[in-house]
């Protein structure tokens, strides 16, 4: 972790927790990891209130711990939970959006939990005023008082089970709270030994044992089965003894949920019915906390749609976002491609999460602005519309004919994709694609552009959503991926992500670099990202500069560490004369650099709120007292009063830049 | 040296590559040489009459060809045909400076030299011809005075004498190249140096037109969004009748609608995707027969040129390729110039753009209490 990540982490956690926390978690951070004697020397506090500071820490899952088998237990700071302190904001907007306004006061709740039981969770919405739930550290208030009237037990219940659903918030796991080296090393304790396996090869043992770590590991962080049941045996007696009751409950209860989440929620979403259904609840005795890796993804949903906004248009966006929104439940984290192994030379595109034309069109029925969204409304335009029929049919007459050959090979995983979709389809566009399906079956025709448009005047949006989609697909980022209509398979659409986060990437370097350095500096930076490494001679020559004027920007660039030089002597004398200076573009080391200088103005934001807040120090003490709360008109005078409200909108500006700062750090680390 | 002459014995033509430079070219038509209206020769001839019958037989033939021996003896002037005096004949020419012995696939050949050429040489010195040769021969790309001194194996002051005899009797001229400036190059005085040279239309006396570069990348642009993108229709009201008087932003109002009146359009947010499959977008060629259409360029610019032009303009993000690169589109929403501004969360930030933010620290000398920067931004 760099310094200004580690700067930035110890701000955030200070201005949520306040100073005694931070002091602690800094220490943490620096020293590595600490048992609590360790802990008490370096911060030289009272260890009664290392202990307090550690527990705020715990309950926030700031910190890891691990306790090693002489019973010490060891704490280490998470940097990934501190960071995302920043994006509490930006969570409980989304939540909002998504599963509505109580929704993201669930979601801010849990934040100040960190981590909360279903059942106190509940109480403290049904009889709040009398008994704050036990977890509160007493930062504040649960909730707006105007949502707090309609509440009931069972509303916030259908909340929680909705935003279990929608994988916004997700099962604690002890896993969660351990460092990956930990959870890797437990894992291993877990899983039998090499020579379990009964395979004719040591390596082969190896690899089988490895996977099953693997597995393992895969399971602890999406806890959805009640199972670990070995872990157990193997944790619970120490876990017992050193870690708040509350924590090895935690364990036991596992053991007793149901699954819920994810795979089996995404797919049909029966299992969670039935379960409110009988009991009218969720488990009171669950354990839930924030799911930061499904945020990072509608986040990231975000973006992409953002870039189709300013690359295609308004519309098509929208098409796009529908799009992203079907695949979100199969989406569980932004690094790896759901569902699609990877072999070496990138996942099989075939096995990503799909989503068909029809999917779209139903959910996109009521959008009366689509057609709209096109130039060709203009007559003379028409001629052109005319041409391109040609081509696209034999386009997809291409692809038709490879995935003919693909079938072949693997006709069985052909047949089971299309199960799992027509499960999903069954219950948005009920009867209507498998008609289509059979449809295909009996009358297929190789041009099944033919069709499409046969099939027009039942749904005159068709063409035009299909339209959206192809621009998506047929732009130069490949916002989609296009399976064209099979005998047996509806059209299809994918996102392969990883390209795609590499342009969006590429996109947002370079808007920072052209804002900073001018539109010369992007030409030279795009030069050299497309030709890799150029001598000067060459430089000039293709980018039609000024050797003078190029020199200064290449320069500038090269002392801000956004492009590189090499050196390549001609012989061993290494006469600069007879050496060859060679400028390349590095998109790793431009971007890491970049997300250095991201982090770094985030934590002298910060610093600045602190600065600016105390030299008002005294009015907003004032202020926030439990008898002038409510009553400022009464207690303030006017100048303190405008200072005040200064001070606030300053915040707030403040504020929205580390937003937008986040959103950039967002790009270059998480999608 | 019949090797190295050899490599230049059969050289493009040189009138279609001076077109499109941007400087017009001196062409240069051969002159008639004296002796080529000589008749044919009657009778027993002197060696002397043999041999310029033989030169003015081969005059006739285009400039720079090429004979060999069997060529020259089916021409059937030489008496007694035979290998023997043939070669006689044509070393005594080449001596005399009008033929210019060459080797081809190990066989002697001969090259035809003007009269005038011819004349040059024997007014010269054995160096100075010896340096005059190279180059002739380094034809319109010159050559760099550095490799003249290698091949020649002169000494320097000898080599630099005959230089400057060489210049004051005008034959030669020192130009500079696009590659490398600092490098003297000589070539032929009445020679145009080649486009590898001067470095083709965006460049003018070795130094590049920025200005030319951007005025054509501005209307190639223009040209593009207007047909890549669908634009609303321009509002009637632009076609009021002009007053005799302007102010000055209505100057700059009427100048900005001619602009647009052009076959190109800005970029503007009403603009609208065509449909997926458009395959209107303008290619290389297209573009190319556009500009050289406009007649911005005082000459004609090539494909290749345009090429350039338009990867410049990819670079800067303001186009990018579609139909499989071999078509352009204007990318939407530009940042810079006259673009849209498009910012992002760190270039707007204070610290985004500060100069000084590799120095910031906490309680160093600059730091974000004392930082004048946030101050302006944050009362901004």
Redesign the interface.
Same mark, same amino acid.
């Given at each position: 972790m760099s310094r200004y990540a580690s700067?930035l982490c110890v701000l955030l956690v200070d201005n949520l927790y306040g100073e005694l926390t931070s002091r602690i978690f800094q220490v943490i951070l620096r020293e590595g990891r600490l048992s609590i004697p360790a802990l008490i020397h370096h911060t030289g506090l009272t260890p009664r209130l290392v202990k307090h500071g550690i527990a705020v820490l715990l309950q926030q899952q700031l910190v890891f711990w691990h306790t090693s088998a002489e019973d010490a237990t060891v704490y280490e700071a998470n940097t990934t939970a501190a960071y995302n302190l920043v994006r509490a904001g930006k969570y409980v907007q989304i939540a909002e959006e998504q599963l509505g306004h109580f929704a993201g006061a669930v979601i801010s709740n849990l934040l100040l939990l960190g981590h909360a039981r279903v059942g106190d969770l509940v109480q403290a919405y049904g009889t709040r005023s009398k008994d704050k739930p036990p977890l509160s550290n007493g930062s504040g208030s649960v909730t707006d008082d105007n949502v707090e009237s309609d509440v009931t037990p069972k509303s916030v219940h259908i909340t929680l089970h909705d935003l279990l659903q929608a994988g916004l918030v997700s099962l604690v796991n002890e896993s969660h709270f351990r460092s990956d080296a930990d959870n890797r090393i437990e894992a291993g304790k877990v899983v039998p030994a090499a020579e379990y396996f009964k395979n004719k090869t040591k390596r082969e043992n190896e690899e089988q044992r490895e996977m099953a770590i693997l597995q393992k590991l895969e399971e602890w962080k999406y806890p959805t089965a009640p199972e670990e049941e070995e872990v157990e045996i193997v944790n619970r007696g120490k876990k017992r003894r050193l870690e708040d009751p509350k924590e090895s409950e935690t364990i036991k209860r596992q053991r007793l949920y149901l699954p819920l989440v994810d795979k089996v929620a995404s797919t049909a979403g029966t299992a969670g019915a039935l379960r409110i259904g009988h009991t009218g609840a969720l488990n009171n005795d669950h354990i839930l906390r924030i799911n930061h890796d499904k945020f990072a993804v509608i986040m990231r949903n975000r973006s992409l749609v953002a870039l189709a906004e300013? *690359? /295609?248009?308004k519309t098509?966006a929208k098409v796009y976002a529908e799009v992203l929104r079907r695949l979100e439940s199969k989406v569980r984290n932004c690094k790896e491609e759901t569902g699609a192994p990877d072999f070496g030379d990138g996942p099989e595109l075939h096995a990503l999460p799909q989503v068909s034309t029809d999917d779209i069109v139903a959910a996109l029925r009521h959008s009366t602005d689509l057609a709209n969204?096109?130039?060709?409304? $203009?007559a003379s335009?028409v001629n +052109?519309?005319q041409? $391109? #029929?040609p081509?696209?049919r034999r386009r997809r007459e291409e692809s038709d004919s490879e995935d003919e050959v693909m079938k072949d090979g693997n006709a069985s995983r052909g047949e089971e994709e299309d199960e799992d979709d027509s499960d999903s389809e069954a219950l948005l566009t009920s009867a209507s694609s498998e008609s289509e399906e059979e449809k295909g079956e009996a009358e297929y025709d190789p041009s099944s552009s033919t069709k499409t448009r046969a099939k027009a005047p039942e749904n005159p949006q068709l063409n035009t959503i !299909?339209? #959206?989609? +192809?621009?998506l697909? =047929?732009h130069?980022y490949q916002f989609l991926h296009h399976f064209p209509e099979t005998p047996i398979l509806p059209e299809k659409w994918t996102v392969y992500f990883a390209p795609l986060m590499a342009h969006l990437t590429h996109h947002?370097l +370079?808007?920072?670099i %052209? *804002? !900073?350095y001018?539109?010369r500096a992007?030409?030279?930076t !795009?030069?050299l990202s @497309?030709k890799g490494k150029v001598d000067e001679?060459n430089l000039c *020559? &293709?980018?039609?500069?000024?050797q003078k %004027?190029m020199r200064s920007y290449l320069t500038a660039l090269h002392q801000a560490g956004m492009i590189q030089l090499q050196e390549v002597p001609r012989d061993n004398s290494r006469n600069p004369q007879r050496t060859l200076y060679l400028w390349f573009f590095d998109i790793e080391r431009c971007k890491a650099k970049?997300l250095q200088? %991201?982090y770094? *103005?985030m934590a002298?934001?910060l =610093?600045?709120v602190q600065? @600016?807040g105390d030299k008002v120090k005294s009015t907003v003490e004032k202020a926030s007292r439990s008898d002038v709360i409510g009553r400022e008109e009464e207690f303030l005078g006017v100048q303190e009063r405008e200072a005040l409200r200064k001070w606030r909108e300053?915040e707030d500006? /403040?504020w929205g @830049?580390v937003?937008? &700062? $986040? $959103?950039?750090v967002a790009i270059m680390r998480d999608f | 040296m019949n090797n190295h002459l050899s490599l230049h014995c059969d050289t493009g033509d040189n009138r279609s590559e001076s077109d499109s430079t941007m400087v017009t070219l001196v062409k240069e038509y051969p002159t008639k040489d004296d002796d080529l209206t000589m008749g044919e020769p009657s009778g027993v001839s002197s060696p002397q009459e043999l041999r310029n019958a033989l030169y003015a037989r081969c005059a006739t033939f285009e400039e720079n060809h090429v004979f060999d021996q069997n060529e020259l003896l089916s021409f059937n002037i030489l008496p007694e045909n035979n290998v023997e005096k043939l070669i006689v004949h044509t070393n005594r020419l080449a001596k005399d400076g009008l033929f210019k012995l060459m080797t081809k696939d190990g066989k002697a050949c001969w090259k035809v030299v003007k009269r005038s050429d011819a004349a040059k040489y024997k007014s010269l010195s054995q160096d100075e011809a010896l340096v005059y040769s190279y180059i002739e021969a380094a034809q319109r790309e010159g050559i760099w005075s550095k490799l003249l001194r290698n091949k020649t194996n002169l000494h320097m002051t000898t080599m630099n004498r005959a230089i400057k005899n060489l210049e004051s009797k005008n034959y030669i001229k020192s130009i500079k190249t696009v590659k490398w400036p600092n490098r003297k190059t000589y070539m032929l005085a009445k020679l145009q140096p080649s486009e590898n040279v001067t470095g083709g239309p965006f460049y003018t006396d070795g130094i590049l037109d920025e200005e030319f570069v951007h005025q054509m990348s501005l209307w190639a642009e223009r040209y593009i969004i207007g047909r890549s993108w669908w634009h609303p229709s321009l509002p009637e009201s632009v076609k009021r009748k002009p007053k005799s008087k302007l102010t000055q932003e209505e100057a700059e109002e009427l100048r900005a609608r001619e602009l647009r009146r052009g076959q190109g359009r800005a970029r503007s947010e009403a603009m609208l995707p065509f449909r997926a499959g458009y395959n209107g977008y303008p290619t290389l060629a297209e573009i190319t027969r556009a500009i050289n259409a406009s007649e911005l360029s005082g000459v004609v610019m090539k494909e290749s040129e345009v090429g350039q032009l338009l990867d410049i303009l990819c670079w800067d993000g303001r186009l990018e390729k579609v139909l499989n690169g071999k078509s352009y589109r204007a990318v939407r929403l530009v940042i810079g110039e006259e673009g849209i501004l498009l910012d992002n969360g760190l270039t707007e930030s204070p610290c985004g753009r500060c100069p000084v933010f590799d120095m910031c620290e906490e309680d160093g000398p600059v730091n974000a209490r004392n930082c004048e920067y946030f101050q302006e931004w944050l009362q901004h």
């Open positions: 700067e300013q *690359s /295609i248009c098509t969204a096109f130039g060709n409304v $203009d335009r +052109l519309r041409s $391109d #029929h081509k696209r !299909r339209d #959206h989609l +192809l621009l697909a =047929q130069p947002t +370079l808007r920072t %052209t *804002s !900073r001018g539109l992007a030409r030279l !795009r030069l @497309e001679k *020559s &293709l980018s039609l500069l000024n %004027t970049m200088e %991201t770094k *103005s002298r934001c =610093q600045r600065v @600016e300053m500006k /403040i @830049e937003a937008r &700062l $986040d $959103d950039m | -």
